[in-house]
């Protein structure tokens, strides 16, 4: 007999696993006094599920029961599914019990809206309250905010949680007219800014002061659906963009639509989901945060979509020849970091190993540089420049062919970089 | 050429070191006395392992290196493989050599072969933090067995002191047939004396509860929701979680949990 509990779980996990996100870093909590938990600042992905992605937190719906009918959702209204509900203290049981086992970081909470926004953030919070306060859990805690909840309920949610976030759901505000009439990205923007104005808030006055409570120590996240509506990837990353300079979100999630329904106005059930892209937007999004990129680089008029055949970062290069080869032992960091094929670790490796004499190529793979890419953008102590040099086509064309096992195009999901 | 023969601990390492300055040795080859074997050429030193000075080479570095090198060399030592000791030992006689900075030039094969030693035990590390799967005795023990590929107990520990500090647990090494327990106050190293290690360091059903095989039940049951088979990818998946880790996981194992 398959228990009650075990019934609920599977429904409400099922309902919860198209959000991508499973980060469980970024916390800043330690268990003081013999509590339970204590955060890990790089996060643990304690399992993996078979199509890759990381098992961090327990991610669940408190309930599948939704009054809103949104297209692209399995838990919208019109589908007929099984429907099910947690209790408080089912959800607060099975986090502690997971996390005494080792099983996860924490919990990702998030919910179907039933009756109203407010009704249902207040169970939420009552959720995440008795986890800290009564069972004195430092372990992760993602909170979904419900959109149109009251400023009061969000605001207090940030005491507990260690991020909060909302989907965007569509990257425009088009596609979301045409499949969720009842949403709009402004029903998105003022909570992300109201938890955004307290997080800064906190954070300045914990400079002052030495006891400030954290507020969303971890920050805030969305998510947008890619491949449903007919977006370019310009517009999903120049949106991306102007979120994470409006509302200093930690992270953009990029999800490939996976069809599920028979709605006309969506990719055909049984479409493959578009894996390859997906990876794609998220190498550029990459590049925006941590290669010093900025997204007019890399996706603009000229060049709305992003290269299936080959990385981002080397379709930029191969654009500016002009700037390479670069000099590895003399240029700048930032430039060594825009080489293909070399990362930040490998980066920083060598700007560091250079004060003690000159680096070769074969020190530079050892190192952990790509040389079948880098090569043709570098100058290092035992390769120098060649005549005539090799026009971009030509330079796309030995690197795919001698790749080419690895860069078939396919919509299996890669690993970044 | 000599040949040093230390008995394979930290300490026995930093005295071999010591040592190869006392004797004027620079040009050492480092073994463990698992690892030895004679050499035909040149002499045999066998290493006597001396507390006082390991501290003082290990003070020495603590000199001249920063905190995160010292726990690379130290990771280092715990893959327990022959040319980690040779990699440690030879890093060490550099910095006392040239100076600390000598660690940021990854031209040098010691500096590289330390730092990639130590990326590899770390990982490895990281690993148990993630895949430890805790089940609760009868009498409210969380135990765990793991079989790692390096010797990384002695860095996990405080991890899960910080984090299970209000329960009592015990993670074994099956391997190396040592464990740590605490005690809700502190961690010691343990060992089980009577049962042969392998099997009986291994618990049975019957000495679980009855909520623990519900737990695992329900662990399962999320874990086979929490995919979407549209998006299967075998590859990547072995690729994260490789074949012999698996024997840890609640969710890999099929229906009821036993070993």
Not at chain 1, 275 to 295: A, P
Request: net charge positive; charged share 25%; proline share 5%.
């Amino acid at each position: 007999m398959i228990p009650r509990i075990q019934e609920k779980l599977s429904i409400l996990a099922d309902a919860a696993k198209y959000d991508v996100s499973c980060a469980s870093s970024g916390g800043t909590r330690k268990n003081v006094g013999k509590g339970l938990g204590d955060s890990h600042t790089s996060g643990i992905c304690h399992s993996y599920t078979e199509d890759g992605r990381c098992v961090s937190l327990l991610k669940i719906l408190l309930t599948n029961h939704c009054i809103f009918d949104c297209a692209f959702c399995v838990s919208r209204r019109s589908n007929d599914i099984k429907r099910a509900a947690f209790t408080v203290r089912e959800v607060v049981d099975l986090t502690i019990s997971f996390y005494r086992r080792n099983y996860i970081e924490g919990l990702f909470l998030s919910s179907g809206i039933f009756k109203n926004a407010d009704y249902t953030m207040e169970r939420l919070l009552a959720i995440v309250k008795k986890l800290r306060t009564e069972e004195r859990f430092n372990g992760y805690i993602h909170l979904k905010t419900i959109p149109g909840a009251s400023d009061e309920l969000i605001s207090q949610a940030g005491f507990y949680a260690d991020r909060m976030s909302i989907n965007l759901e569509l990257p425009t505000e088009a596609g979301l007219k045409t499949l969720a009439p009842e949403k709009s990205h402004d029903l998105v923007k003022k909570p992300l800014k109201l938890v955004n104005t307290s997080m800064q808030a906190y954070r300045d006055e914990g400079k002052r002061i030495k006891h400030v409570p954290t507020f969303v120590p971890a920050g805030q996240s969305t998510q947008m659906v890619v491949g449903a509506t007919a977006e370019t990837d310009k517009d999903i990353m120049h949106i991306a963009d102007s979120f994470y300079k409006n509302y200093g979100l930690r992270r953009v999630y990029y999800s490939g639509y996976i069809p599920i329904s028979n709605d006309h106005r969506l990719p055909m059930l049984g479409s493959l989901p578009p894996l390859l892209r997906e990876n794609r937007l998220y190498q550029t999004d990459w590049l925006m945060r941590f290669y010093g990129f900025h997204v007019t680089e890399l996706l603009n008029d000229d060049h709305p979509f992003l290269d299936t055949e080959i990385d981002p970062k080397l379709s930029w290069a191969l654009r500016n020849l002009h700037l390479f080869p670069v000099d590895i032992n003399t240029a700048a960091y930032e430039l060594i970091l825009r080489v293909p094929g070399i990362g930040v670790t490998s980066a920083r490796k060598i700007v560091q190993s250079r004060r003690f004499g000159k680096l070769r190529s074969d020190q530079l793979r050892k190192i952990g540089v790509a040389m079948n890419r880098a090569m043709h953008f570098i100058w290092c102590a035992d390769r120098i420049p060649s005549l005539g040099s090799p026009s971009a086509m030509e330079i796309r064309q030995h690197i795919l062919s001698a790749g080419s096992r690895k860069n078939t195009p396919s919509s299996q999901q890669l690993t970044l970089f | 050429m000599n040949a040093y023969v230390f008995d394979g601990t930290f300490p026995g390492l930093l005295t071999a070191v010591f040592e190869s300055y006392e004797r004027q040795t620079p040009d050492v080859i480092l073994c463990s006395v698992d690892d030895y074997q004679p050499l035909l050429l040149g002499d045999t030193v066998t290493v006597a392992t001396v507390e006082e000075k390991a501290r003082r080479v290990w003070n020495g570095l603590a000199k001249r290196l920063e905190r995160e090198w010292m726990a690379r060399l130290y990771a280092a030592f715990l893959a327990e493989q022959p040319s980690g000791y040779q990699h440690v030992f030879s890093l060490v006689r550099l910095v006392f050599d040239h100076g600390g900075a000598v660690v940021g030039d990854y031209r040098n094969p010691h500096v590289l072969g330390v730092s990639q030693l130590d990326r590899k035990v770390h990982r490895e590390k990281h690993r148990m933090e993630a895949f430890v799967r805790f089940q609760q005795l009868v009498d409210g023990l969380y135990y765990a067995t793991v079989d790692p590929d390096f010797n990384v107990l002695p860095l996990i520990a405080r991890h899960f002191q910080n984090r299970y500090a209000d329960q009592r647990w015990v993670i074994y090494d099956v391997k190396r047939r040592y464990g740590m327990y605490y005690d809700g106050d502190q961690v010691d190293e343990v060992t089980f004396s009577e049962t042969p290690p392998r099997e009986g360091a291994v618990p049975q059903a019957d000495q679980f509860t009855a909520s623990e095989l519900l737990y695992q039940q329900l662990w399962r049951a999320y874990f086979d929701h929490a995919g979407i088979p549209s998006r299967k990818n075998t590859k990547l998946h072995i690729q994260h979680v490789p074949k012999r880790y698996w024997k840890y996981l609640t969710e890999k194992q099929p229906v009821p949990f036993q070993r």
